[in-house]
Nanobody
Framework: QVRLKESGGGLVQAGESLSLSCEFS???????????AGWYRQPPRKERELVAT???????GYADSVKGRFSISTDNAKNTVYLQMNSLKPEDTADYYC???????????????WGPGTPVTVSS
């Protein structure tokens, strides 16, 4: 099973940017196993939520709370998924996790082990 490792988190001020990386131990997209990837986040004392997804053919999707500010992308040669986060807000503070998964209809379903995550803290 593919292993994932997130990096790039840190402490920033509101309005600043961060770029998160997620390195896969193998191919990001594997036919009949993983045809998509996604970023989740878990704010303190809250449920984990899906933030962004990307499919093998490059279609992206975003939570309403980050639309227009976050951008997900991949570098298949480096087996890495990125999350560019701009105009950060204090409410973006969370641990961020990436996953490999599939789309079942319009619903993203992760099917990889969770990585350790990377913490993002946005101060006001």
């Amino acid at each position: 099973q593919v292993r994932l490792k997130e990096s790039g988190g840190g402490l920033v001020q509101a309005g600043e940017s961060l770029s998160l990386s997620c390195e896969f131990s193998g191919n990001i997209f594997t036919p009949n196993v993983h045809n998509a990837a996604g970023w989740y986040r878990q704010p303190p004392r809250k449920e984990r939520e899906l933030v962004a997804t990307i499919t093998r053919d490059g279609r992206t999707g975003y939570a309403d709370s980050v639309k227009g500010r976050f951008s997900i992308s991949t570098d298949n040669a480096k087996n890495t998924v990125y999350l560019q986060m701009n105009s950060l807000k204090p409410e973006d503070t969370a641990d961020y996790y990436c996953t490999a998964g599939t789309f079942i209809g319009t619903r993203y379903s992760p099917n990889s082990r969770w990585g350790p995550g990377t913490p993002v803290t946005v101060s006001s």
